[in-house]
């Protein structure tokens, strides 16, 4: 892993929407304006993938039921990473069966 990647935090919480500025509260100050998420449901879910934006720009994400990607482009060489975030619910009712 680079230095630049190392930089590069994720987090499983139960993030909502509304509570996106409480959750800059636990992030170091670099990161606070650069992140994605999805929101959780309940206590279940809720995925976050934070960056320093002096090393790494968003270049895309997609969100699925249980997973949020993101890719990133290092601000310091060409290198670009994409990071996914997981989340299995215990419940496995919300999953579905891959054919």
Known sequence: MTEGAAETRESLTT???????QTRSFLP?????SLQFVSASGSR???????????????????RQHTLTTVLASEL????????????PADHRDSKSVP
Do not use: K, M, R
């Open 15 to 21: 993030l909502h929407l509304q509570t996106l500025l």
């Open 29 to 33: 100050p670099s990161f606070t304006n």
């Open 45 to 63: 879910g809720g995925l976050l993938t934070a960056w320093n934006a002096q090393n790494f720009s968003l270049q895309s994400y997609v969100v």
């Open 77 to 88: 060489s060409d290198l670009h990473i994409s990071v996914t975030d997981v989340y299995a």
